[in-house]
């Protein structure tokens, strides 16, 4: 996913150790990364940080990531925004048979529902690109730019077959996934954030639906 990569290398020794090396170490390895970036911030937790956390020696991580920077891309990989971005760059539009405004509705409330079950993932990738980390930076820029050229290919669809009327379909697609981030932004930094579980709050919901429908009326062919 990125191109620069933090070169630290392997420890190795003489004699190899044996090492705990399934996937539930891959887990305890996520789950106490995730943990530790969430409090110490990405740049500030060190691989030894993240071993003694989840229980295991430093040549552990490394038998699973190269590096700590492959280790917060499979964070990314693993909750599935990578996989969420593909689905949506192979939207097949030939059997598209819902109309934009329904288009837009959908995918922004996919995202939504996506951004909220992963909400401590989030809260890291946006402080830590706010603060200026290069790292969280690239990632989150190469996922924002990905959903928009994948949900301007959508609209671009619809502005041929006149249904709806834009003069930049890059420029209208940018404004529909900045609203999405935004909303969810603003949730994260209210009261009821700490409190959240469960499925995405109604008002957060409700919110981005009335902004995508506003958008949708906005650009929708007719008189």
Known sequence: MATARDTTAVPTSGRKRKLRRGPLTRKQILDASLRLFSEKGFARTSVRDIAQ?????????YYHFESKRELFEALIEERGFTSAVEGLERTDLQQVTVGPAEAIRGIAESALALMYANRDLMKVLLVEAMAGDAVAMEEYRMLVERW????????RHYAARHAIRTDDVDELAKQLVVTVIGAFADFLASPLAGAANGNVPASLM??????????????????
């Open 148 to 155: 928009e050229r994948a949900e301007a290919r959508i609209l």
């Open 53 to 61: 956390a989840a229980g295991i020696t430093d040549a552990a991580i």
């Open 206 to 223: 409700c919110s981005v639906q009335a902004a995508m429908d506003r958008i949708s009326q906005g650009i929708t062919a007719g008189d």
